[in-house]
């Protein structure tokens, strides 16, 4: 729709260039005389120098202080904006009353302006405190869909492993009540944080909150109204299906509750797919055992950036090299655990994997990679690989990063001080 309405407004530009020169003069001094902020102000100029003119002439021959049609304009500018210098006084009876009216003037016409100025400012103030501001210049920014409990101890999370995001570039969109989002709002520790208030899986709400030039996007199943599990889930999927359209180049992560929904992720191209009920589940059973896996997966599932499970970035120089060789040349306290494949966006993954596919000569090879393409998966783990392992383009490592901890003696007794494990970066 927006690309014929572009479409159509550049033929009529087009049309509007071929005129004469005097049509096109003619058809805009026709738009300005129908328009009647145009007519006021022009009818405003006009008395304005009106009473200019009336100041020089009653004043030029008779006041030493008005020698020029400028001194009557200097003085009529100090009058209307009430600064009055009183350098410059008109003495005759038509001078004075023009004064007067210019006075007048002024007065309302800075009122009227101060105003106007108040009643904008003060409706952009309300309509950001209701969350209906509108995001136009804002790039790269981190979207949060929906509401649950707990939500400020989820925005903590997402500060503590974003910390290179800036809190200003965090965009939060639900229909919570408004006593909720009143506690993010005013908590110091999310200050920055922009709240747009509407249904994020409504193309306009996103559209306020420029999902075109966002770089993530992050949809939590939303318990911000009375929703059933069937409908949180649907309207996970019709968002993600709804951002991917708008933005296909947003790296999206989404949480479902109930698993049959996850098929429909993948079709909708998400590149992350929270799957929160088996997660839960997965933690439950392993208790059950009595092994103590439990406190295993708290401690590799770390809200802190640099800490637990990290994923890193693969150097270019290793791409197409061996998993043995990547091992080796690694240097640190850090383990490598294995290889995350397909990382990003997925749009962008399933484009260069098309395009590399086409450039064999072979069709029937072309015919097979195709195919490949067709079940190509965003953000695949490869634990433990053997070490002839190819590595290939757009794979991170996943490593186990220690965290501080306390040095012991061989009895088993605490040292003062204790001892740090640093996070030493691989080269």
């Known amino acids: 729709m927006n690309k014929k309405q572009d479409t159509q ?15 096109r003069i003619k058809r805009f001094s026709e738009f300005l005389l129908l328009n009647n902020e145009f007519r006021v102000i022009t009818g405003l100029s006009i008395a304005f120098f009106l009473l200019i003119f009336i100041i020089f002439k009653s004043e030029v021959n008779s006041n030493e ?65 209701r969350g209906l501001i509108r995001l136009k210049k804002m790039t790269n ?23 290179d995001i800036p809190t200003d570039h965090i965009v939060l969109i639900n229909t919570a009540p408004s006593e909720y989002m009143e506690i993010i709002k005013s908590d ?13 899986t409504d193309e306009a709400t996103l559209l306020r909150a420029n999902i075109h030039q966002a770089d993530r996007a992050l949809i939590l199943a939303d318990h911000s109204q009375n929703f059933s599990l069937m409908e949180i889930d649907s309207r996970t999927v019709l968002a993600v299906m709804t951002i991917g359209n708008l933005n296909p180049r947003i ?16 079709v909708a191209n998400c590149d992350e797919v929270i799957l929160s009920s088996d997660y839960e589940r997965s933690v439950l059973v392993s208790a059950s055992s009595g092994i103590g896996l439990s406190h295993v997966l708290r401690e590799l599932i770390s809200e802190k950036s640099g800490e637990g499970l990290v994923i890193r970035d693969i150097p270019k120089t290793f791409i197409g090299k061996t998993y043995r060789d990547y091992r080796l040349h690694l240097t640190g306290t850090s383990v490598l655990i294995g290889i995350l494949e397909n990382t990003g966006n997925f749009y962008n993954r ?15 090879k072309i015919v ?25 383009a ?11 901890r306390t040095e012991f003696t061989p009895d088993g007794s605490e040292l003062e001080g204790g001892m740090e494990i640093k996070n030493e970066e691989h080269a």
């Open 188 to 200: 110091k520790r999310f200050k920055g944080i922009i709240y747009l208030f509407g249904d994020y």
């Open 394 to 404: 757009n794979s991170k490592g996943i490593f186990v990063c220690g965290k501080k």
């Open 350 to 364: 399933r484009k260069e994997a098309l395009h590399e596919a086409q450039k064999n000569p072979d069709i029937q």
């Open 65 to 129: 202080d008005i020698n020029s049609f400028f001194d009557a304009f200097w003085y009529s500018i100090v009058t209307i904006t009430t600064v009055g210098y009183g350098d410059v006084t008109p003495t005759t009876v038509a001078g004075r009353i023009a004064g007067i009216i210019l006075l007048l003037f002024g007065v309302v016409t800075f009122a009227g302006m101060s105003g106007k100025i108040a009643s904008v400012l003060l409706d952009r103030q309300i309509k950001k405190d």
């Open 141 to 163: 920014h981190f979207i949060i869909c929906g509401w649950k409990p707990n939500f400020e101890k989820i925005l903590l999370g997402v500060l503590s492993a974003n910390p």
């Open 9 to 23: 407004e550049n033929i009529e530009f087009s049309h509007i260039r071929k005129q004469p020169f005097w049509v």
């Open 368 to 392: 097979s990679n195709l195919k490949k393409i067709k079940k190509l998966e965003s953000n695949v783990p490869i634990l433990s690989p053997p070490d002839k392992y190819i590595i290939k």
């Open 251 to 266: 790296y999206t992560a989404a949480e479902i509750i109930d698993t049959k929904f996850q098929q429909h992720l993948s």
